[in-house]
């Protein structure tokens, strides 16, 4: 057990509360149940289902060599948990669209770890599948938070599981409170490659798996059908991006 692990949930706790929540976008109301701060760390959490699971990472005694968090806004959470759980190197992919993703230029540089790569763009692109290819067999921790329809997580959880090495880790966040996170998590939770370690108990919805398989790797084109995403759900987020461009306009 590493020394982190001695420390209490509490400590944690108050340690998320001094971070700082999130904002809306409406930049007043917080997300969660703490408030926000100028300088903050602009966590999209529950301060107790946080402050549990990042006490449950802590506890496992792991330094992790790295780590590859998709959806990561501000980048609060990101650094967060290296202040509590080593994760040698980290790579990052977001959008970079969100309206806290701005304060990620600032969090950056406090986080304690290696920035290996930022990829800022479509977690599901080409771009980002070939960047990651380099790193196959070397994930050993993933935190997963970005596209929350079906299709979409189940794609980020595919291109993880192709990257990761035996015995990773991998979170999913908003497996409780987003219904296709929730219809996401129950088949991963199925799946024989896959173990859940911790579950919190309410909120948002954290869930921790062990990896006992990475995934037998498939071409790109494959990855619009991960695991059993069919043909409507397909459609679903293929309209996606067409939408989005056709608010902008209007
Ligand atoms: C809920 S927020 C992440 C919050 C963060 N993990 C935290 O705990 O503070 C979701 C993020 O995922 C990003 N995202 C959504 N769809 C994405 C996609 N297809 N590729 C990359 N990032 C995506 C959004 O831009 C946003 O920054």
Excluded at 58 to 81: E, N, P
Excluded at 130 to 144: T, V
Excluded at 145 to 150: A, C, I, L, Q, R
Aim: hydrophobic share 40%; proline share 6%.
């Amino acid at each position: 057990m590493n020394q982190q692990s001695t420390v209490s949930v509490e400590t944690i706790r108050q340690a998320v509360v001094e971070a700082g929540s999130s904002l809306y976008r409406d930049g007043i109301r917080p997300v969660a149940d703490f408030p926000a701060k100028p300088d903050g760390l602009f966590l999209q959490q529950k301060s107790g289902e946080y402050s549990e699971f990042v006490h449950f990472m802590a506890s496992m005694g792991r330094t992790f060599k790295l780590g590859l968090d998709i959806g990561v806004a501000s980048g609060g959470q990101t650094k967060f948990l290296r202040d509590w759980c080593p994760i040698e190197r980290t790579i990052v992919a977001d959008l970079g669209v969100q309206h806290e993703f701005p304060h990620w230029s600032r969090i950056k540089k406090t986080v304690r770890s290696k920035i290996e790569l930022e990829l800022i763009g479509d977690s599901h692109s080409r771009r980002t599948y070939d960047a990651l290819q380099p790193y196959k067999g070397q994930i050993d921790f993933s935190f997963i938070d970005g596209d929350h329809s079906y299709g979409g997580v189940m794609r980020d959880i595919m291109l993880a599981h192709e990257l990761f090495e035996p015995d990773a880790i991998m979170v999913l966040h908003d497996t409780i409170v987003v219904p296709d996170v929730a219809r996401a998590y129950e088949e991963i939770k199925a799946h024989p490659d896959f173990e859940v370690l911790w579950h919190s108990k309410g909120e948002f919805g954290i869930t921790v798996f062990r990896v006992l398989r990475p995934a037998r790797p498939v071409p790109y084109w494959r990855h619009w059908l991960a695991y059993g995403v069919g043909p409507k759900t397909l459609w679903k987020t293929l309209k996606k991006p067409f939408k989005r461009k056709k608010k902008k306009s209007a």
